[in-house]
């Protein structure tokens, strides 16, 4: 049985200086977070940090994730040089819920057929921060190639529509180009 | 719709002093922890400090949790003299499963009608540590009257020879009585 190593926690330093300069940073459902110039991951200290792990699977299927894994590819591409941070938090409402529940209301808005329909050239990571005591509850970060920008657009207005939306008392838009 | 406050994370510190007696402190599988005299809730240094979060439901589902509710009780019950902190890590095999094989694992062992047939003697609490970036994924508390020990031992023992209890790569028990 392999010895398995603690998670590692990532942080995301809103800063004045970091790998990624800020273009655009825009409260969608609740409090902003305060303007910087750029965003340091893996950063330490900053105006804001926001703290997440790349943990395991929630909701997704084996058979969802072999979707995934055919079309996806890898964070880093040399071509993706824009990115964005999407920080979010669900309401009380949502973790109240039992598993089957939440996991019902995810499947009816389509939440995962319709990131499927952006692979590969959206790439994505996932962060949890509820946990860790965060005030948000994930940390959704992206990077595409700027032509990919419309398309990612469209894919959040889409997400944004669904039910699970509903319950989000918490969005912030941080859009980044590579420094 | 209500503002959520963040988790809180609570801390077992194993110390010189605190709310819990030690009584034992045994390696279940893989290693131990150093031996203590008292166990802290909410402690904040000792010899070991386990964090964990008090978080939302991963697996039960609604009718479960129906079940559940309607037997169990809380912790703190002036008869809940003795209590036992059973910290849990599962293997990388564990976690690199989707939600479906999880749970398909979770449901073979029978892991939630063993623990309703323990209830309402058997009070318990489960905490998250793995996005903690902690050494253990869980750290499972219990309650009880003195009475109820041997039964405690037998639900352990039906627990462990759970298919699921063969992705558990570390797990220590340690009784204790309030003091």
């Known amino acids: 049985m392999t010895h398995r190593p603690p998670l590692a926690i990532t942080c995301f330093a809103g800063a004045e200086a970091g790998e990624w ?19 340091a991951v893996g950063g330490a200290d ?21 979707a995934l894994r055919a079309r996806q590819e890898g964070l880093g591409r040399p071509g993706s040089t824009r990115a964005a941070l999407i920080p979010i938090r669900k309401s009380e409402d949502w973790w109240a819920m039992a598993q089957d529940e939440r996991r019902a209301i995810y499947d009816a808005g389509r ?15 996932l962060y949890h921060s509820r946990d860790l005591g965060e005030d948000f509850d994930f940390l959704t970060w992206f990077e595409f190639a700027p032509d990919q920008e419309a398309a990612f657009d469209q894919m959040l207005e889409r997400l944004r529509a669904c039910a699970e939306w509903a319950f989000v008392d918490r969005e912030i838009d941080i859009r980044l180009t590579r420094s």
């Open 46 to 66: 900053g105006v804001w940090t926001l703290n997440g792990t790349a943990s395991h699977l929630r909701y997704t299927t084996a058979p969802e994730r072999l």
């Open 111 to 125: 939440h995962l057929p319709i990131g499927l329909d952006y692979l590969p050239g959206i790439a994505r990571k």
């Open 21 to 39: 300069r800020v273009d655009s940073n825009t409260p969608v459902v609740g409090a902003g977070l305060a303007r910087v110039a750029h965003v």
